[in-house]
């Protein structure tokens, strides 16, 4: 049975950069910008470093005091946000 790879810690570095190590033992610096882009949920996030400081781990997630969070699995499998998926089929329609 395979498991479901998280978030163990995360570590905030230079906005919009974070160290994140997943449950796997995998470490990967990774910068959000694909990810806190656009919507309102993440205007915070984008624009005040001292809130952006203030990521945690919830469940295995990235999130933040406002109820922003990034999926683990479109972090670990560098994947498309699921906002960005919608944008895009709505463009082609």
Known sequence: MSQFIRVQ?????DAPCVRVVFTNGEQREIDLTPY???GPI???VRTDRAF???VAVDGGTLTWPNGA???PDVLYYSGTPPW?????????L
Not at 9 to 13: A, C, G, N, R, T
């Open 69 to 71: 969070d990034i999926d």
């Open 52 to 54: 952006f400081q203030s």
């Open 84 to 92: 960005a998926q919608a944008v895009s089929q709505a463009e082609s």
């Open 42 to 44: 993440f205007e915070l």
């Open 9 to 13: 810690s995360v570590e905030p570095l």
């Open 36 to 38: 806190i882009a656009t």
